[in-house]
């Protein structure tokens, strides 16, 4: 006999008795919450009553052809126009930029030309779908693209040219302008990367901040990505892509009639779907509306501004660039041995007090930082956020940076990693403090994060399938 809802639910919060929190915003990462418990729970409702809905063939559900032209809609008008599609998340829609922008150039050897702060989802595109990325250098004051850096960068083979409004890494704006200029004078492409920024950024610059154009009102941008489960505050599963031209639009869509089944014409790249995500999207633009995000802007402004001056007040600290959007990233500020934060080190103490901050390795002469992303309720707790980052800095300058191993980074690097087998891989990890057998928590990661960290970017990407692979046994 199956298990009851009581017993279902009961197991499932023992899984989650090591999850980090979703609410309250000691999390500052992967979660959104605005701090209205009636606004999720008006998502979750509708997201329930349109679970079992196929999103394969809008014909036998009209329901999704409406509401994805609501929140389709919602999103053009505040970006500038456009027709889009509602995806996943920010990696699909990016997918679907890429590969409209590949098909409509026709090329043999297409190539994109992509900043190193981009998002890695451009990477996995190009994995996907054949394109090669033609990286450019940010400048290391500021980490915004530089156009001049853009226009050298495209051939005849570029399909694409890529900007971050803003980019993960530092949330700092690409200039978009300049850079769809170049794009627009070569006959490429240009797509806007706002998958943070595109339902943030308004709303910012409403409520006061300096925000510099970015979306499909400007001249040159004929794709741009917004995520609605990102400062949308809407359920995972929540992204918009706008193409400034039908016809490009329409180069994003698959369809196939060769075989005797079902007409199959997709405009994701899933084919069946859940319209669950869809209609809680749906249902958290109505119920927060215009003024709610509003609000949600000036109080996460506010948090923002309030951070940066905190962070940049506690010894070994300093807040990288200077971010137009809700993303701040710091790192140790350099000066005396005594004196120095070991970031890594900084974040295993103020996960044990209970917050997480996301640790990001050094990459392309950008160092190893601690990034946070400020939402909705994060105002209230900045003041106690700024406490955690001082006393866990302290705690990691007594502490000293991590000590690694003699010859462990170099033993690392010369490993063939497919040679060893997964249980292997687990002791070799286990060898170094870092324990990955189920129900064992999280481990401290400071010394992954470090092996990781002096580590080209190739083999950091081997090591990091293994831990995968691992974990998921």
């Known amino acids: 006999m199956g298990s009851t809802a009581e017993e279902l639910l009961a197991e499932v919060a023992r899984l989650k008795e090591h999850d980090l929190p979703v609410r309250g915003g000691q999390v500052t990462a992967y979660v959104y919450d605005t701090g209205r418990p009636e606004v999720h729970e008006a998502a979750t409702r509708a997201y329930v009553e349109m679970l079992e809905v196929n999103c394969l063939d809008p014909t036998a559900f009209p329901s999704v052809v409406e509401m994805e032209r609501q929140v389709v809609g919602a999103v053009a008008d505040l970006l500038g126009g456009g027709h889009g599609v509602f995806t996943s998340g920010g990696t699909e829609s990016i997918m679907l930029a890429v590969k409209a922008a590949r098909d409509l150039a026709g090329r043999e050897r297409p190539e ?22 033609r990286p ?7 980490y915004r693209a530089r156009a001049a850096d853009v226009e050298a960068a495209i051939t005849a083979d570029t399909v694409l040219v890529v900007a971050s409004a803003p980019s993960y890494p530092q949330g700092v704006v690409d200039p978009v302008e300049e850079i769809a200029a170049v794009a627009a004078a070569a006959g490429v492409p240009c797509h806007v990367d706002a998958c943070v920024g595109g339902w943030l950024l308004p709303w910012l610059r409403e409520a006061g901040a300096r925000v510099p154009p970015f979306d499909l009102s400007v001249p040159g941008v004929t794709s741009l990505s917004c995520d609605l489960h990102k400062f949308g505050y809407a359920p995972k599963g929540a992204s918009v892509v706008l193409f400034a031209d039908p016809a490009m639009r329409r180069k994003a869509y698959f369809a196939s009639a060769a075989w005797p089944g079902y007409t199959v014409i997709n405009a994701t790249v899933q084919s069946s779907r859940s319209a669950g995500p869809l209609a809680g999207a749906w249902a958290t633009l109505r119920a927060l509306g215009r003024e709610g995000y509003l609000e949600l802007g000036r109080a996460t402004l506010e948090a923002a501004a309030a951070l940066r001056e905190g962070v940049a007040r506690v010894p070994g600290l300093r807040v990288l660039g200077e971010p137009e959007s809700s993303l701040v990233s710091f790192t140790a500020a350099g000066g005396p041995v005594d004196s120095a934060v070991d970031v890594f080190v900084l974040a295993d103490e103020a996960r044990a007090r209970g917050w997480f901050l996301q640790p990001q390795l050094s990459y392309a002469g ?8 400020v939402t909705g309720v994060t105002r209230a707790g900045v003041e106690a956020m700024l406490k955690v980052i001082a006393e866990s800095a302290e705690a990691a300058r007594s502490r000293g940076p991590v ?17 060893l087998d997964d249980p292997t891989f687990a002791e070799l990890a286990a060898s170094v403090g870092v324990d990955l057998r189920p129900g064992r928590g999280q481990p401290e990661m400071a010394v992954v994060n470090t092996v990781l960290d002096a580590l080209p970017a190739a083999q950091r990407e081997a090591v990091l399938v293994r831990f995968l692979s691992v974990l998921y046994g």
Do not use: Q, S, W
């Open 112 to 133: 994109m030309v992509v900043p190193v702060t981009a998002h890695p989802a451009f990477h996995k595109a190009a994995h996907y779908l054949g394109v090669r990325v």
């Open 136 to 142: 450019v250098p940010v400048d290391l004051g500021t």
């Open 366 to 373: 950008i160092p190893a930082n601690l990034h946070v992303t």
């Open 403 to 419: 000590a690694l191993p003699e010859g462990l980074v170099e033993l690392v690097a010369g490993l063939d990693l497919e040679a």
